[in-house]
């Protein structure tokens, strides 16, 4: 009886163990590139310029069709900090409606459910910030068109048309 026991526990571990490292080998990412990126800054809104200065609203829209129907399990930003100190916190959110450089979002803030991200400085100035994978699943699946994003300090971030510094967002995670 005990060794009928065992051999269920030691057979039941290595199912468990082969279903862990099958979740772990279907386990993809994916670099998302910037397709649009724009500042909002008072009254005026500028998505032609190479840098974005801050305080004030970024709307960055990626290009999402390698991650439809995926489960989001992680999600990280990457800016790239031309002046100004790193910043700690960044705010993101989702992009209600589509939009496009040619005509920006009209964004009301406080309309917009923002959730406060952590931020780290990377080598050669890149600034990383994690995103809530729900706000990344909301832009896969097109219910969101992009993230907004808000910092309290006073930093320039490059935007997509500086061509060497362009947004991005590594997002993991595999097929529902």
Same mark, same amino acid.
């Given at each position: 009886?005990? =060794?009928?026991?065992?051999?269920?526990?030691?057979?039941?571990?290595?199912?468990? +163990?082969? #279903?862990?490292?099958?979740?772990?080998?279907?386990?993809?990412?994916?670099?998302?590139?910037?397709?649009?990126?724009?500042?909002?800054?008072?009254?005026?809104?500028? +998505?032609?310029?190479?840098?974005?200065?801050?305080?004030?609203?970024?709307?960055? !829209?990626?290009?999402?069709? !390698?991650?439809?129907?995926?489960?989001?399990?992680?999600?990280?930003?990457?800016?790239?900090?031309?002046?100004?100190?790193?910043?700690? =916190?960044? /705010?993101? +959110?989702?992009?209600?409606?589509?939009? #496009?450089?040619?005509? *920006? *979002?009209?964004?009301?803030?406080?309309?917009?459910?923002?959730?406060?991200?952590?931020? /780290?400085?990377?080598?050669?100035?890149?600034?990383? &910030?994690?995103?809530?994978?729900?706000?990344? /699943?909301?832009?896969?699946?097109?219910?969101?068109? &992009?993230?907004?994003?808000?910092?309290? /300090? !006073?930093?320039?971030?490059?935007?997509?048309?500086?061509?060497?510094?362009?947004?991005?967002?590594?997002?993991? &995670?595999?097929?529902?």
């Amino acid at each position: 009886m005990q =060794q009928k026991v065992r051999c269920r526990n030691v057979l039941l571990s290595c199912c468990l +163990a082969a #279903a862990f490292l099958a979740g772990l080998l279907n386990a993809e990412r994916a670099i998302l590139e910037c397709t649009a990126d724009g500042l909002s800054a008072g009254a005026a809104t500028d +998505a032609r310029a190479r840098e974005m200065k801050l305080p004030g609203i970024i709307f960055v !829209n990626f290009r999402t069709w !390698n991650i439809t129907r995926w489960q989001i399990d992680s999600a990280q930003l990457f800016l790239h900090v031309a002046r100004g100190d790193m910043p700690k =916190q960044v /705010e993101i +959110a989702v992009i209600p409606h589509p939009w #496009a450089e040619v005509e *920006p *979002p009209k964004i009301d803030a406080a309309k917009l459910k923002w959730v406060a991200h952590p931020a /780290e400085a990377e080598p050669q100035n890149w600034l990383a &910030g994690q995103v809530d994978t729900k706000l990344v /699943e909301e832009i896969a699946s097109s219910k969101g068109h &992009g993230l907004a994003g808000g910092v309290e /300090e !006073n930093v320039t971030i490059h935007a997509r048309e500086s061509t060497t510094f362009v947004p991005y967002l590594i997002v993991a &995670g595999g097929r529902k």
